[in-house]
């Protein structure tokens, strides 16, 4: 009796789909206290998550779209969202092994290399250039998963590259 579960199934019947998805992955997960995150944006204003955010994630967390009027937006729910983004990078850079340039990482990928991107009533989806893109591809990924969740003071991602 075969006790595997079909979605390890490397053999599928010929002419039926694979149930599930039998390769390699690749993991990343991170946490972010957002009671951090509101400390620099009280100092920095916008400025800071400039640095770390495309601009299309910024306005996604402020509420617009590319090229709309920037309209103020509660400061609590535009740091939530870009918590969340901060900690896919972070994730993706994990998952990637070679962690975020400037955060003791040389060789890391720069935070603009990575962009969620955001439409409405579809899930989230992972945009990668330059240093991130050029890792993804030597390691054979073929796509992405994400997650990402927020709850009181945190932010939490993880991601999943399928190989």
């Not at 994990?94 to 890391?108: E, I, S």
């Amino acid at each position: 009796m075969n006790t595997t579960p079909p979605y390890f199934n490397d053999n599928p019947a010929p002419g039926q789909p694979q149930p599930g998805w039998a390769g390699d992955l690749l993991l990343g997960t991170d946490l972010v206290y957002i009671p951090r995150l509101i400390k620099s944006y009280r100092r920095y204003g916008r400025a800071f998550f400039a640095k770390l955010l495309s601009e299309a994630e910024l306005s996604y967390c402020e509420g617009v779209t590319v090229g709309e009027n920037v309209s103020r937006v509660r400061e609590s729910v535009f740091i939530q969202k870009a918590a969340g983004r901060i900690a896919v990078k972070e994730a993706v850079s994990k998952a990637l092994g070679c962690g975020m340039n400037g955060l003791g990482w040389r060789q890391g990928v720069q935070w603009q290399d990575i962009e969620v991107a955001s439409q409405k009533q579809s899930p989230p989806e992972l945009l990668l250039r330059g240093r991130a893109l050029d890792a993804s591809t030597r390691l054979g990924v073929r796509a992405w998963r994400l997650s990402l969740s927020h709850d009181g003071d945190y932010a939490l991602a993880t991601v999943v590259g399928l190989i």
